[in-house]
């Protein structure tokens, strides 16, 4: 057989690469759908009453995340307490909701993690009457609305009057919220109404232009935040709600807390990704509390950042991300994660397999080798009458067994070196026979 040329060298080297290349692309293809098939075209988002901030910001995520073929399914409810014992429920379906600083225990956070502060969340406390109300303690022995069961601002301001000494016991706490609440303060069915939410929330803004309501200007707005972590000290100047009308007339101190996007741990990352942006082009604006770009930010609140959206913040989309679609990009970034760890081993691989492929031609050709010298011990040391034609048939079998060897063109020259050798002891036992026979002849 004579030596491969150039061209045939390559052709073997690719169809013999062929099999190895197609199996990593099988896996590379099988494990990235895998991969993306965990992330989810559906999700349900938690938001508050209808009446409510949290739902008209469901509202606006939803139409941005339908850009991207992922369908938001809102779930209504009282608000941010409630949206946390759902969360907390794997049961419950919900993969994200809104909650706010101060609902959320520690010894309840489970696997809860913050995906992003998304505004402030003021704390109002509305009144009426002419005496300026500066202390919350002020406001003990009254009937106050506290926010419904499951809202958000009851969990938050329970804490806060049981530090002020204001309980059930002396105190009528009424489960009214938002547009009920003042309405009923507005008809003096409650002595003051406490809710949370940013100024446009149609409750606040109607109490905030009732010149019978007042807001009140906690004097020891500075204590709270040293009481509790979640709390931050906030303050509303004169004339921030509405110029003209002179709304606040003077600047008020203020406590509130911060809003927050909140999933489970493990929540798929192009989601995560997902409903950070949608968070930017929602909540990156301007506010009355806030400055412009503010929010969202991964700074804590009261519970752990999610690794991936805190990684998302802080570097922003990816260049795929960027031009891509939304699940075109995902899919080729679980590609090049499932790829990379496959070419480190590839590389080594490589180097590894042709001289493991080499080493077990070498064996075989070895084998034919340790054939081929017992012959030729046979035919130095045998004599009277020699078996020819079986050292005949041997060789035979020997020199087809080399022919069966598949050789690559990196190890050709030891096999065509072994056929050398096989011919070469064919014309020893012909020799020897030949020369048997001349003896025999004289």
Not at 51 to 62: E, L
Request: charged share 20%.
């Amino acid at each position: 057989m004579r030596p491969l040329d150039e061209i045939t060298k390559r052709r073997f080297e690719i169809l013999h690469w062929l099999p190895l290349l197609a199996a990593l692309l099988v896996v590379a293809l099988l494990g990235a759908w895998l991969l993306l098939s965990q992330i989810p075209r559906h999700i349900i988002l938690a938001s508050g009453p209808k009446d409510g901030m949290y739902h008209q910001y469901a509202q606006r995520y939803k139409a941005i995340l339908a850009r991207h073929g992922v369908t938001v399914e809102e779930r209504l409810t009282h608000g941010a307490d409630e949206n946390e014992r759902l969360l907390r429920d794997p049961k419950s379906g919900v993969d994200v909701a809104f909650i706010h600083g101060g609902v959320v225990r520690p010894a309840e956070q489970d696997n809860l993690v913050m995906l992003a502060a998304i505004y402030y969340e003021p704390l109002w406390v509305f009144y009426r009457g002419a005496d300026p109300l500066t202390q919350l303690d002020e406001l003990r022995f009254q009937r106050l609305a506290i926010g419904v069961p499951g809202s958000g601002v009851r969990a938050f301001i329970e804490p806060l009057l049981d530090a002020n000494g204001i309980d059930g016991m002396n105190t009528e706490l009424v489960s009214l919220g938002n547009l009920e609440a003042i309405r009923a303060l507005q008809s003096g069915r409650v002595g003051a109404a406490f809710l949370m939410g940013p100024v446009p929330l149609t409750a606040i803004w109607q109490a905030l232009h009732d010149p019978d309501l007042k807001v009140m200007d906690l004097a020891r707005a500075d204590a709270y935040p040293r009481r509790f972590p979640a709390i931050t000290r906030l303050s509303l100047p004169s004339g921030t709600v509405d110029l003209e009308q002179h709304i606040p007339a003077e600047e008020v101190r203020m406590i509130g807390t911060k809003a927050m996007l909140v999933s489970r741990d493990g929540l798929s990352p192009p989601i995560v990704n997902l409903l950070l942006d949608a968070a930017r082009e929602v909540h990156g604006g301007q506010g009355f509390f806030e400055a412009n770009g503010e929010f969202p930010n991964t700074a804590p609140v009261d519970l752990p950042v999610s690794a991936d959206a805190d990684r998302h913040h802080r570097f922003g989309p990816t260049i795929l991300q960027s031009y891509l679609p939304f699940f075109v990009a995902a899919y080729l970034e679980r590609l090049i994660v499932l790829l990379v760890p496959l070419l480190i081993l590839v590389v080594p691989l490589s180097n590894l397999l042709p001289r493991l492929l080499g080493w077990r031609v070498r064996l075989h050709i070895y084998r034919r080798y340790v054939e081929l010298a017992l012959l030729e011990r046979d035919l130095a040391s045998r004599t009277g009458v020699l078996p020819v034609a079986q050292w005949l048939a041997d060789l035979d079998l020997i020199q087809h067994k080399a022919e069966q060897i598949k050789t690559p063109a990196r190890v050709a020259s030891e096999a065509y070196t072994l056929r050398e050798h096989i011919a070469l002891v064919r014309r020893a036992v012909l020799a020897k026979a030949q020369g048997v026979e001349a003896a025999h002849e004289i």
